[in-house]
């Protein structure tokens, strides 16, 4: 691969690198994302039945197009590092920017969090050695794939490719050696998703799986993060963001449909490995270890997309001045925020040990959404501030306000679904955010420049 | 509009803002679980014949179920283990009461804040 190493220009500071194509951009989504096939997206199962799990697969799908459609001509136009954390600097204010920056950290860390727990369950299940315990594999991936993103973005990325079309390819092995084109043989949709276990919990447990519905697609909009480091974002993010979305619609879909009719939706709930387990269910020793390879794969891609995003989102916020400026800092050689990838580093591993899978997920599944309230309103006051043909856009994504509204419905739906198991983690988190907005408006504010914040040679905004 | 000039912070206000920061992280993650909040209402249903079919087991189940390594008795608290959805109204208003003062409170703030970044960029001009 040939690749133009220009610095990336921001003031006269060593500045982030433009290395990257669509292919990273893919790999960067769609690495993050892939994992939830692997794990996470059967607790929907688990809280409405396997129908409910296909039913919120579509539903949420919706969201997530709905949320890439946005993003894509928020960032074709906001190039710049910290991807939504940008957007709301420029569309809403200082103080949005603040908590969207937050929300990416905490989705991104608690993910990275999720994948290191997955990663070491999935190595000790596999070991079946009395006594071993995941705590060693957890450091470890945490702290190899820190390094790695510390030494370069063109690396991580170039490794985050192959892992996860490795990964990917497995799932579509998978698909085509079960013969999926017919039942009973090895499928058996029809005996295991009856009229009678279809929804186990009525329709209140359809919107319950919302929550973990989320966890399909959940990560998709990570690569806005990369707006700063891609050669030509105008074309790269939206070409790479609804590529990577029509994948993983693809692979969602497939995973459904084997997982679903080859385990009782009791035990497909539960699991922390339903792709694995289909593939030991097909009795093929090439199948049961190609998956368990591809479980660690995902969520080692998954990880490192994190590690990517939650940096640069936290470097972003250092270089406003909306955090201290140490955390600006760009490593002279290798280009990266060094600073914000060490300091997000032992937080990632101390939730790794006091936290399971199921809480870290909803931690992440919670900035998520938060996230995706404040998508669906900043692409109307978007619009309306600088409406078509008031500046270029690299993407102008159609039926505009139809998505922005399908997505802010939909997070109430997940905001009720997530009340039905959660409630009390979403005050405590929503408080946690409120102190912390009254801490940056009324107090850490003042050390940030007014003007120097808007840096996107638009005209002025209309009604302001 | 007059440019405004933020102050410069010391080291040491440096050092105490990210302890601000991380402490309020680890509070808002880690006092949920500590307290016992986390975590959606699930309970065992307990049946006292533990047999495939009592579990609502048809025969295609039963044989997954057992290729798995599970027996009737093993799976049956995993079986019987299920939601109870109750909607507590009293705490579903003070969530809905919480996210849109949240949110209210940052749209007027932030706006407060955009129309003077604004009048700094534009005006400058």
Redesign the interface.
Known sequence: MTVTLEPAVHGDRVSLLRVLGPAHVWALGVGIVLVGEFTGWNFAADKGGALAALIVCWVVGLLYTSVAMIDSEVTSTVAAAGGQYAQAKHIVGPLMAFNVALFLVFAYTMLEVSDAILLGDTIVAKAGVEGLTHNSFIAATIVVLAWLNYRGVLMTLNVNFVITAIAYISIVILFFSVSPWTQGAVLKLNELVTPGNALPYGWIGVIAAFQFGIWYYLGIEGTTQAAEEVRSPARSLPYGTMAGMITLLIAAAMTWYVCASMMPWEYLGITYYPLWDAGKLTGSPLLENLLFVATLLAALASANGCINDAARAWFSLGRDRYLPTWFSAVHPRYRTPYRSILFLLPIALAFAFIADLNQAITFSILSGVLQYTFMSINIMMFRKKWPLGSIRRGYTHPFHPIPAIVLFCLCVVTFFAIFLGFGSQLIAMVAFYFLISLWFHFYRYRFVRRGDQFTMPWPKPQGI | MS?????E?SKAG??F??A???V??????????KLG?????KSIDALDAKTWEAL???P??AS??E??G?TPET?HD??Q???H?V??WP??I??AA??I???V???R??????????N???D?K
């Open positions: 440019r405004y000039t933020p102050p912070q440096q050092v803002d990210i601000v920061v991380v309020a992280i680890f509070v808002a993650l880690w006092l949920p679980l909040l986390a975590g959606a209402a609502g087991q048809n295609t189940m997954i179920w290729k798995l599970y799976a995993i079986i283990n299920r939601f959805y909607i507590d705490t579903l003070i969530m919480v996210l003062g949240y949110f409170f940052l749209f703030a932030s706006d407060r804040e955009y129309r003077d970044v604004i700094e960029k534009f400058d």
